[in-house]
């Protein structure tokens, strides 16, 4: 990873690394800026690297760039360049082969929420510090809801492969199958809960990558569409609006549940729909940039059977 | 609220033909049940989530999209990609705990007087059933 960037830099490939370096706290890495070849040998790789990078892309659209991506990553960056937002000769990409992303609450729970001083990562998993403790966590114990049906963990597009190929997983909607399962009360009581807890800071709008809009519907003023205040219901309308509005290019990076402070269990709206964009139109994003929108095109056979009236 | 209150609908009918079919039903005098409350819309493919949403959010019990049969669009598809951004947000509603029945998608034609008449007693009568929708976008604050 150092070598490929610093070589990016020094041959003047790129001007501006955009990866991950250690940050200040244990379990966590940040995003890093390397414009030197010096400063690329801070930058490291791991199953904490949690940021979907290509956010970035957006904002530095002006300069050269070399970009380092996960394989979900990557796929959003496909349906960028499907949307025509980026272009791309812009972007050098440091495609890394991924096996998964720790959620730290996992990790957190797995300690009892005791404070962690410490954490190393090792090839199995992390070993995690604190006081009078220390444990050792397989990487699987502790992956993302998204990372454990991950068929895409090697980039669909690169320039440049860091490391081997990974095995691809076997798709796993489980979860969201099981939650189909439950009567309509008790599903609509799951997500009262969730929906109290957030507190509208936008945070899951602001990590994703294709929450790009100049305005969003909840700044619109006219029409005002929902409330500004964290009330449950308006909560409510926000996150099923996003919902939607990735509707058929949600990649299932799961960048926007990690970013959650409050911890609102997303991924169960957006899996909802990546799954029914599979099972009724056998649509999946960010594959190839030629794809056409799943919600603009329409096929004349397109299931109907919830046509009022027949 | 009162629990025994009459239900309402919101129906959003498009401008070419289930508007049209609204109007031939009144002339028609056929009888249908005064709950629903219709929008004229452009086209079905001017439908936007966000209304159905804002329309359960502010105090409608059910809500009607009504467009043109397929393969007779005014905008030549706008039913089409109606019908499969429909199909992905009904899903979603449900999913996250609106009653299936809330929300509903139909066709009829401008000539279809009597078929608008019908879905619309069928819909009210449906919209009884189910009762005012009491779900999480129409909570309070502090609930």
């Known amino acids: 990873m150092r070598q490929a960037a610093r070589r990016l830099l020094e041959e003047n490939t790129v001007n501006l690394v955009i990866g991950y370096a250690w940050g200040t706290l244990p379990l966590r890495t940040a995003p890093f800026f390397a414009r030197t070849p010096a400063e690329a040998d801070r930058l490291v790789y791991n199953s904490l690297c949690e940021n979907n990078l290509v956010k970035y892309l957006l904002r530095y659209s002006k300069e050269k760039l070399g970009l380092v991506v996960k394989g979900c990553d990557a796929r959003s960056l496909v349906v960028l360049l499907r949307e025509n937002q980026v272009q791309r000769d812009r972007v050098h990409i440091i495609g890394v082969p991924c096996t998964g992303v720790i959620d730290r609450r996992k990790v957190m729970e797995l300690v009892d929420g005791q404070e962690v001083t410490g954490a190393e990562v090792t090839v199995e998993g992390i070993v995690v510090r604190g006081e009078g403790f220390e444990k050792d966590i397989k990487t699987d114990e502790v992956l993302c809801v998204s990372c454990r049906g991950c068929k895409y963990g090697t980039p669909v597009l690169y320039d440049t492969l860091v490391g081997e190929e990974v095995r691809a997983r076997e798709e796993n909607f489980g979860d969201i199958r099981a939650f189909e399962a439950l009567p309509p009360s008790e599903r609509e009581a799951y997500f009262a809960q969730e929906m109290a807890k957030c507190i509208r800071c936008y945070a899951c709008r602001n990590v994703c990558p294709l929450c790009y809009c100049t305005e969003c519907f909840v700044d619109s003023s006219r029409p005002q569409w929902l409330s500004r205040r964290p009330a449950t219901a308006d909560n409510f309308f926000f996150h099923l609006g996003r919902a939607y509005h990735l509707a058929g290019r949600c990649v299932d990076c799961g960048a926007c549940a990690r970013a959650c402070p409050v911890g609102v269990d997303l991924m169960k709206l957006n899996r909802k729909l990546i799954k029914d964009a599979k099972d009724l139109f056998g649509y999946e994003a960010g594959l190839d940039p030629g794809q056409p929108s799943l919600l603009s095109t329409f096929d004349p056979n397109d299931p109907e059977r919830f046509i009022l009236g027949g | ?143």
């Open chain 2, 1 to 143: 609220m009162a629990e025994d209150r009459e239900p309402r609908i919101v129906g959003f009918l498009c401008n070419w033909c289930s508007y049209a079919a609204a109007d031939l039903a009144g002339m028609s005098r056929f009888h249908y049940p005064p709950h629903l409350c219709a929008i004229r819309v452009p086209c079905t493919g001017r439908m936007n989530p966000l209304f159905v949403m804002s329309a359960l959010r502010r105090g409608a019990d059910a809500v009607l999209i009504a467009g043109c049969h397929p393969g007779d669009c005014h905008y030549v598809s706008g039913n089409l990609t109606a019908r499969r951004r429909f199909s992905v947000f009904r899903s979603l509603l449900e999913f996250a705990g609106v009653e299936e029945g809330r929300l509903n998608l139909t066709w009829i034609s401008a000539a279809e007087g009597k078929r608008f008449a019908s879905l619309s007693t069928q819909l009210t009568q449906r919209a009884k059933e189910l009762g005012p929708y009491k779900g999480m976008l129409r909570k309070r604050i502090g609930v």
